[in-house]
T-cell receptor, first 113, second 109 residues
Framework: AAGVIQSPRHLIKEKRETATLKCYPI?????VYWYQQGPGQDPQFLIS???????DKGSIPDRFSAQQFSDYHSELNMSSLELGDSALYFC????????????FGEGSRLTVL | EDQVTQSPEALRLQEGESSSLNCSYT??????LFWYRQDPGKGPEFLFT?????EEKEKERLKATLTKKESFLHITAPKPEDSATYLC??????????WGAGTKLIIKP
């Protein structure tokens, strides 16, 4: 079965650089979520999209932005990277907007040096 | 304030030693409680959804139960491959998904 695909899997950046993460949801899933997870922490919700429109916003820094495209893939853009941005970034998709049954990708590990 | 608390933080069991993980919650208007399993460096994997008190769900060696204040994830005769972090999350009346900090389960052979 198709799963959520994230790229890149690993990314190393310097402080103040920019990074872009991509997410391809499961086909026919109309909702995409972005989460940030630091070591030993629970996932922190950043932002979500339903039918290509932003549906909810969590603790996403102003330096970050995201969008969902016409083919339902989503991108998380991170600028002016800080050391504290180093984390695992997960994308998840779900078949409906208000469910808690999320299907997560393998994650993108960002390291900021 | 809506809150999800999981206990214990970590649990070490011998293979075959049954136990339970707890997820207690205070939330306005529960719209579902969800259990996930997360292996190191991987995304959480959905396990169960519970909607109302008294509801139970089972999958292999895992059984999830729900009361009005908490949920238990019972693990029967666990195997080393059950070692993972188990996360609990609840949906509140605003459809916000609130996560617990997880219980790290280690099963020793």
């Amino acid at each position: 079965a198709a799963g959520v695909i994230q790229s890149p899997r690993h990314l190393i950046k310097e402080k103040r650089e920019t990074a872009t993460l991509k997410c391809y949801p499961i086909p026919r899933h109309d909702t995409v979520y972005w989460y940030q997870q630091g070591p030993g922490q629970d996932p922190q919700f950043l932002i979500s999209f339903y039918e290509k429109m932003q549906s909810d916003k969590g603790s996403i820094p102003d330096r970050f932005s995201a969008q969902q495209f016409s083919d339902y893939h989503s991108e998380l853009n991170m600028s002016s990277l800080e050391l504290g941005d180093s984390a695992l970034y997960f994308c998840a998709s779900s078949p409906t907007e208000n469910t808690g049954e999320l299907f997560f990708g393998e994650g993108s590990r960002l390291t900021v040096l | 304030e809506d809150q999800v608390t999981q206990s214990p933080e970590a649990l070490r069991l011998q293979e075959g030693e049954s136990s339970s993980l707890n997820c207690s919650y205070t939330v306005s208007g529960l719209r579902g409680l969800f259990w996930y399993r997360q292996d190191p460096g991987k995304g959480p994997e959905f396990l169960f959804t519970l909607y109302s008190a008294g509801e139970e769900k089972e999958k292999e060696r895992l059984k999830a139960t729900l009361t009005k204040k908490e949920s238990f994830l019972h693990i029967t005769a666990p195997k080393p491959e059950d070692s993972a972090t188990y996360l609990c999350a609840v949906k509140d009346s605003n459809y916000q998904l609130i996560w617990g900090a997880g219980t790290k389960l280690i099963i020793k052979p």
